[in-house]
């Protein structure tokens, strides 16, 4: 049984072989929504930037910050082209995700089996061509890996959704915008304080702010259909 760095490797061969007669042109749209106008508001160019990493800081776990990723990578997400998701703790619950929108079709899950295999991961993810998005959950990144990131984004024109504790905030950052998620007390719903912590182009952004439902996303997923919600993933990898 091939280990999972190496079996990570051979689905992203198959995966540049399987695109590489894709036509599809997406690189011309620079921005795309966070899936959120709150958060769109909040933001420059009124969304976030392909070709960078973006940094959701939860304040807890299951805050909701996952979710947010996910919103924005079926915003990020277009025909011809995959979002990867690096989930070495296993987090991911693919018929949630298809019932918000994203196509699994296209879309590839990797299990690394440690912090090692899943930095690799990453970065060749971010690396490859046709890929839109990358989800993934580092719980620590030193300077010289985030910077690895950065670069490979920049050069492919991927996006890196990075999911991480609060704990990280004091890290340097090489994230085009950078999120802290904290829940707010609701007895009635599923409510998210955002705070922009830092954004590329924009100033003073310690103060820009705002507040999300979740109850929409939640709402839309329909338990009693979950089978036709998960269809198999193009392409996976397991322990």
């Known amino acids: 049984m091939l280990s999972p760095a190496a079996a990570a490797a051979a689905d992203l061969q198959r995966l540049r072989r399987l695109l590489s007669q894709s036509h599809a042109d997406w690189s011309s749209s620079t921005h795309f929504s966070t899936g959120f106008a709150a958060l769109d508001r909040l933001l420059p160019s009124g969304g976030l930037l392909r070709g960078s990493l973006i940094e959701w800081l939860s304040a807890s776990p299951g805050a909701g910050a996952g979710l947010l990723a996910v919103a924005a990578a079926i915003q990020a997400q277009r025909p011809g082209n995959v979002v990867v998701v690096i989930d070495r703790e296993r987090r991911f619950y693919p018929p949630a995700a298809a019932a918000w929108g994203l196509d699994l079709s ?129 392409h996976s990898t397991a322990r």
């Open 106 to 234: 296209s879309a590839m899950l990797v299990h690394p089996a440690n912090l090692h295999e899943e930095q690799w991961a990453v970065e060749q993810a971010l690396r490859a061509e046709h890929v839109a998005a990358v989800i993934a959950h580092p719980p620590r990144l030193d300077a010289r890996t985030f910077r690895r990131f950065q670069l490979a984004a920049e050069a492919s024109g991927a996006v890196g959704l990075l999911v991480r504790p609060a704990s990280a905030r004091p890290e340097r950052s090489w994230a085009a915008a950078r999120w802290l998620v904290e829940p707010q007390p609701s007895l009635t719903s599923w409510r998210l304080r955002i705070r922009l912590l830092h954004c590329r182009g924009r100033y003073a952004a310690e103060s820009a702010a705002a507040e999300v439902d979740l109850d929409e996303w939640i709402t839309r997923f329909d338990a009693t259909h979950a089978c036709h919600l998960a269809p198999e993933l193009a």
